[in-house]
């Protein structure tokens, strides 16, 4: 069985070096053998030691921004040209043609050599084998093409704080991980990165430049050539006002027209406690919408919590106007109370039990109970009527006294009428306070949040396809010769 695996695999090496193939195929089947015997061969070109490698930015769309682990994505468009002598071919079967009928070839990023170009300052990505699914076209001139769609993650510092009204400033590193500047030197492709196919997000890029640098590498001990691009971003804020900020100012607004109503309805603080459970249910559902982050708050939350105190305010206010206006009407009660706990009943009533008392301890002196009751019959008959008699004059006396008490001319007076006056005065006093206070800290708060970022003095490198047809001019034209 041996023997047999061993004569069939001879047998495909015979067919496929006995093979016809045509010029393009052996040459092609030469590159792809030398660079399989030479797997980290560096492409290297004539009267030159060092490789470059120019890069061309397209971005199709900026995918997010991570304000809880600082990184922006962005899906771009990565375009990449250098030269290398080892994929040059002039031979008489497939002559070198730089024309229209130029003479080329196609390969996958794993039969060539490839620059590794990653942002250095990104948490990597975790499936980097994507990008070579896509060919490399390659001239006879030794001229390579390398164009692919790439997700670039970079770590960016972003500030919350005038959340949605906010802008971010990011900066991405391009480098290689292998080869240093020595070895491998990053050119810009072209003086401008393209938006040619830019798809609308919730971030609008407004500024954005590139430079070409050399970083020091501290754990090398070397210079890495780097393309740094500095990108300026400002997020449609359209969403946040018209779905959020707005229908919280029109809830919270039932809160301060709460003062209007009158204090006999009774509704003021119902009003007000209305709203708030309204405004709590609120903040739970757009919770989802504000950016977490433990590097400070949020212009949108600020102003969600002031609105949220303000209401809370109007609901202490008006609980404040009630009890002015009813304040005297509550003294004067437990005035009364306090008067009938010691009134003149409770006085009578004393002095009848004592009396009953004295009577029954002169029927108990009484030898014969039943001669003494009988003796005293008419007296006690008299002395009950003539008691029931100074009772009801008394009650006469005091339904007199209680209906002209000053409780019920308070209620009439004038005095009554000012402290009236003086509640619905506080309660329009207040009402203007918050009118005026809501707007001015409104006002203050998205001025002092809202500060413009000190962005970039260079020159703006961006260019938007969508509103220009003039294609960029390389900077990289041919391989040196």
Partial sequence: MQLLHV???????????????????????????????????RAQTKNSSQTIVAVGLGIIEV?????????????VNMELKWCDAFLQWNTSE?????????????????????????????????????????????????IVRWSYQDKLVSYCKINVKNFPFDRQYCSILLQSTIYD????????????????????????????TI??????????????????????LERFSRFYVLKIMIPFSVISALGLFSFCLPTDSGEKIALTVSVLLSLTIYLQLISDYVPKSERGLSLL???????????????????CTIFI?????????????????????????????????QRWSSLQQCGNV??????????????????????????????????????????????????????????????????????????LLFTANNESGVSSTATNQLLDFRKTAVDPKPIFRGCPT
């Avoid at 047998?11 to 016809?20: E, P, Q, R, S």
């Avoid at 491998?184 to 407004?206: A, C, P």
């Fill in 181 to 208: 500047s020595s070895e491998l030197k990053l050119r810009s492709l072209y003086t401008v990165i393209q938006l040619y196919n830019l798809i609308n997000t919730e971030w609008k890029i407004v500024h954005l």
């Fill in 94 to 142: 497939q002559l070198c043609s730089t024309g229209r009928n130029r003479s080329e070839m196609f390969f996958t990023g794993n039969e060539i050599w490839t620059p590794d170009i990653i942002a250095i300052n990104g948490p990597g990505k975790k499936d980097r084998g994507i990008k070579y699914q896509y060919p490399a076209l390659v001239i006879c001139t030794g």
């Fill in 325 to 357: 206006y009813y304040q005297e009407q509550f003294i004067i009660r437990s005035k009364m109370s306090k008067r009938k706990k010691n009134s003149f009943l409770h006085n009578l009533h004393k002095s009848l039990s004592n009396l009953n008392q």
């Fill in 370 to 443: 039943q001669e003494c009751l009988s003796e005293s019959n008419n007296v006690n008959a008299l002395e009950v009527l003539s008691d029931i008699r100074h009772i009801r004059e008394l009650l006469m006396n005091l339904f007199v006294r209680e209906n002209s008490t000053d409780f019920y001319q308070y209620l009439s007076s004038s005095s009554k009428r000012s402290v009236k006056q003086l509640a619905v005065l506080v309660d329009r006093i207040f009402f203007f306070i918050c009118l005026i206070l809501i707007p001015l800290s409104m006002v």
């Fill in 7 to 41: 004569f069939i695999l001879h047998l495909n090496v015979l067919v496929i070096y006995g093979k016809d193939y045509t010029a393009y195929e052996s040459n092609r089947l030469n590159i792809t053998q030398f660079y399989r015997n030479h797997l980290l061969t």
């Fill in 211 to 232: 430079e070409e640098i050399d970083i020091y590498n501290p754990h090398y001990s070397r210079n890495f050539s780097t393309i740094k691009i500095d990108i300026e």
């Fill in 63 to 75: 995918a997010g921004i991570d304000p809880q682990k600082q990184v922006i994505t962005l899906n």
């Fill in 301 to 319: 939350t600020l102003y969600s919590n002031t609105i949220f105190s303000f209401v809370f305010l109007s609901c202490v206010f008006n609980i």
